[in-house]
């Protein structure tokens, strides 16, 4: 384990590393590397995190000609066992039946960065642990798919794309939408101009479906649980049934609640919609309203508000309910002078602004392509041709939205309009720089320095 180093000089040197999009440039000599893959080469895969988004990654990078699953890990034996069972009865791209005999299985994700025959990483963990396989991932050479949020605080997101750029590894955020043709069709149309001034950008996320855990007692973990190991770099706490598996997005220790969930993936694209760096300011208000006899730290119900120069981006997210704005319970909103731009999961349409003297015409697009294995696809690309600038998601993007959804966060839970330095990299208020810009390791566990 790497022991705690100073987090107040960790954030004065992440501050010197970059601003604005959180871009930097750091050493691209790598100490590792994977085996040289030519394109006709098997990638292999090693997949940590088996649950949840780990699982459909790991199937949608085997749907990858040359794709080859080689390790799996999972720090529940019983989540472990059934994903070994489930490729039992499946086939690789190719239609060859998955021999399962060859697979390693680890509860210990180390185990499989020091596997030697492993090319790419799967990161499919909770939140808190992203950050740091990610990083000792690039220093073991192997190249990387990490899930969404790529960090869990802002100085996470600085260090992950430090890395990258040491290491010189092929990273890809898992923020799929950006493969799906819809997606780019409708930014493509935005940026015609056709909408007119766009003023305001409303993105939202409601999601009648999720809910938290009841407020159960403490128990032990259960049989085949390495809890310990679960908690990694978080606080120590019993063990406790309605913070674990899908439910740790609705606790601070592991994760940033819908904000970083759902939020990541929709503010991504009002992001690119405007072309937009980071926020001058961020005032959030929200709190649990939905579900206040569940167990729940993060909201439930959140509006925040984000000044740009030029126009503001409203998010706004409710559980327990599923009619949000233009009658969809997702979306993101362009509403210009002209028209109103609204694009989803499900496709995207204009509504003609009824005072303009400037018809516009009024597409509607559904979604035709599957995204997740599009992202795939690009990512091996680029994994066999080491094209960096071909990622969809690179980290830097990743990193760039991940920032922009902890910055409203931050404005929640510290009830206060937050004020970006852009030349610093860092809040105007140097308090909120120190308990929120880097989250706190715990139990031994550090980033490695950059």
Known sequence: MHMNNNRRAFLQQSSALAGGLLLSSIGTSALGSTRRLSPSDQINVGAIGLNGMGWADLTAALKQPGVNVVALCDVDKNVLDKRLKDLSGMNDASGKKIDT????????????????????????????????????????????????????????????????????????????QRSEQHFKDAVDYVYS???????????WCYQGWMKPGPVVPDTAPPAGVDYAMW??????????????????????????????DWGVHLLDYGLLGMKADVPKSVAALGGNFAYPDLYEETPDTLTTLYEFDGFNLVWDHAMGIDNGSYGRDHGIAFIGNNGTLILNRGGWEVIEE????????????????????????????????????????????????????????????????????????????????????MKEYHNGYELPRI
């Open 231 to 260: 908690l990694g770099p978080a606080p120590k706490r019993t063990f406790n049934a309605s913070r674990f598996h899908f439910n740790f997005r609705w606790f601070w220790d592991y994760a940033g609640g819908l904000m970083t």
């Open 101 to 176: 005999s060859r697979i390693k299985t680890y509860g210990d994700y180390r185990k499989v960065l020091e596997q030697k025959d492993v090319d790419v990483v799967i990161i499919g963990t909770p939140d808190h642990w992203h950050a740091l396989i990610m990083i000792e991932a690039c220093m073991a050479g192997k190249d990387v798919y990490v899930e969404k949020p790529v960090g869990n605080s802002i100085g996470e997101c600085r260090a992950m794309i430090a890395a990258q750029k040491k290491y010189s590894r092929a990273v890809q955020g898992g923020k799929w």
């Open 193 to 203: 101009g056709v909408l007119g001034n766009i003023r305001t950008v409303k993105v």
């Open 354 to 437: 009824r005072q303009s003297k400037n018809k516009v015409s009024k597409p509607f697009a559904k979604v035709s392509d599957d995204g997740l294995v599009n992202h795939w696809a690009n990512f091996v690309s680029v994994v066999r041709s080491r094209r960096m600038e071909d990622l969809r998601c690179s980290i830097e993007a990743g990193a760039h939205v991940a920032t922009v959804a902890q910055m409203g966060n931050i404005s929640f839970r510290t009830g206060k309009r937050v004020v970006w330095d852009k030349a610093g990299g860092k809040f105007t208020d140097e308090e909120i720089n120190r308990q929120y810009f």
